[in-house]
C-alpha cells in the first residue's frame, strides 16, 4: 500500500514540475544600465546571454532595447529572442556613468525585488555606458560578462574583504556612517581596462578616483588586509627611485578627538608590515640604516598623498572611510540625527599616521 502510495505521489511531482531544456533558455550573465536621449524611452538596457550557434559553436548573443523602466526594458527583450530569459545565472550588472549619477537605487532596488538574483551579484561602472563595454569583441573571451566577473573577483581576492556586490553596496548604503564604492572599467584599444574607484554620497555617483588614487584609498580602508604599494619617493639629491611594497595591514584605527556634539578632529592610524619587490635607487637595501631611510621616505609619501586624498574625499563631501561611522559612536542617537554629517564631516581636521616596516628586501636593490 505504502508502495503505491509512493508511486502515485512521484508520478503527480514529475507531471507537475515545469521542464527546463537547456537549449531553449537565455541564462543571461550580465546586464547594462544606460541613459537615452529619448524621454519617453529614457533607459537602455543591454542584455547579454550565451548561445550554441547552428555548426555547434560557443557564442553570446546581446540584445539592446530601450524602455521607461527596466521591467518594461526587459519585457521588450523578451519580444526579441524566441528563448526564455533567465536571471539567475547573472553575473554582473553594469552601470554607465550618466545612469549612476542620477542614482542608481531605483535599479538595484528593481534587481534585489527579482528572487532569481541573488544579492551576490557583482556591480560594477563603466566610465563611459555600459553598453560599449558588454558589446566589445575581445579577441581570443568569449563571453565579456565572465571576463568582467573574473577581474572584479581577482579585484576581491586582493582586497580580502571589500565585496562589489549588491548586497555590500546596499549595506554601505542604507549605514549612514559611510558610502559606497564601486569600481568603473572603460574600454581602452579593443579591452576592457580598469580605471579606478567611483565615489557615491548614497546611491549617486559623485566622482572617480584615478588607480593611483584609489590605491591609497584602500590603504587607509580598514578592510584592506593586504595589497601593492608601488610609488616613486625622494631618496635625495634630486634622485627619484621606484619602490614596490608587497604589504600586510597589522594595525588599524580612526581616533576622533572631539566633543560629543562637535567632532572637530580625527586621525587614521596605519601600521604596515612589507616585502620590498622592487627598488630601483643606488643604495644597497638590505643595509639596515638604508631601510630605516626607506621607511621614513615610505611613510612620508603615505601621509602627504593621503592627506591630499582626505581632503579631496572632503571637499566632494563623500565618506568611503566611514569616518562618520567612528564620529556616530561618540554620540547618543538624537545627538547623531541633529548632526550636518557631510557639513561636519567636510569641516574637521583629518590626520593619517603611518608606520611602515620593511620585513624584507627581497633579492634587488
Known amino acids: 500500500m505504502n508502495k503505491v502510495f509512493v508511486s502515485i505521489i512521484v508520478f503527480f511531482l514529475t507531471g507537475c514540475a515545469e521542464q527546463r531544456i537547456i537549449d531553449d533558455l537565455a541564462l543571461i550573465n550580465a546586464v547594462g544600465y544606460d541613459v537615452t536621449d529619448n524621454e519617453k524611452n529614457p533607459l537602455k538596457l543591454t542584455v547579454t546571454f550565451p548561445i550554441i550557434t547552428k555548426d555547434g559553436k560557443y557564442d553570446r548573443k546581446t540584445i539592446l532595447v530601450e524602455g521607461k523602466s527596466s521591467k518594461e526594458a526587459r519585457e521588450k527583450v523578451r519580444m526579441k529572442t524566441n528563448l526564455k530569459l533567465e536571471s539567475g545565472q547573472m553575473r554582473v550588472s553594469l552601470f554607465g556613468q550618466e545612469i549612476a549619477n542620477k542614482g542608481m537605487l531605483p535599479l538595484l532596488n528593481s534587481l534585489v525585488r527579482d528572487p532569481s538574483i541573488g544579492t551576490r551579484a557583482k556591480l560594477a561602472l563603466a566610465e563611459d555606458e555600459a553598453s560599449d563595454i558588454l558589446m566589445l569583441q575581445i579577441k581570443n573571451e568569449g563571453q565579456n560578462a565572465t571576463y568582467l566577473e573574473q577581474f572584479l573577483t581577482k579585484l576581491n581576492r586582493e582586497s580580502l574583504r571589500t565585496n562589489y556586490n549588491i548586497y555590500q553596496f546596499l549595506r554601505d548604503y542604507y549605514d549612514d556612517g559611510i558610502d559606497p564604492i564601486l569600481p568603473v ?15 557615491f554620497q548614497e546611491d549617486k555617483l559623485v566622482e572617480i578616483l584615478k588607480p593611483s588614487e584609489a590605491r591609497y584609498l584602500f590603504l587607509f580602508r580598514e578592510e584592506m588586509k593586504q595589497g601593492n604599494f608601488v610609488e616613486q619617493i625622494d631618496v635625495g639629491e634630486e634622485e627619484k627611485a621606484s619602490i614596490m611594497l608587497n ?12 566633543s560629543s556634539t562637535n567632532p572637530k578632529k580625527a586621525s587614521i592610524y596605519i601600521k604596515l608590515i612589507g616585502d620590498v619587490i622592487e627598488y630601483t635607487g643606488k643604495e644597497e637595501i638590505s643595509d639596515p640604516k638604508i631601510q630605516k631611510k626607506i621607511e621614513k621616505l615610505i611613510t612620508k609619501k603615505i601621509q602627504q598623498e593621503g592627506k591630499e586624498l582626505i581632503v579631496k574625499l ?5 565618506d568611503p572611510l566611514g569616518i562618520n561611522r567612528y564620529v556616530r559612536n561618540k554620540m547618543n542617537y ?16 583629518i590626520n593619517i ?3 611602515i616596516i620593511i620585513n624584507s628586501s627581497g633579492k634587488w636593490k
Open 247 to 258: 604589504y600586510e595591514l597589522k594595525e588599524h584605527h580612526i581616533k576622533i578627538q572631539s
Open 314 to 318: 572632503q571637499k566632494l563631501q563623500v
Open 334 to 349: 538624537k545627538e547623531w540625527k541633529a548632526l550636518d554629517k557631510y557639513q561636519s564631516y567636510q569641516d574637521m581636521n
Open 353 to 355: 599616521e603611518a608606520n
Open 185 to 199: 572599467f572603460r574600454v581602452e584599444k579593443n579591452n576592457i581596462a580598469y580605471n579606478g574607484i567611483g565615489l
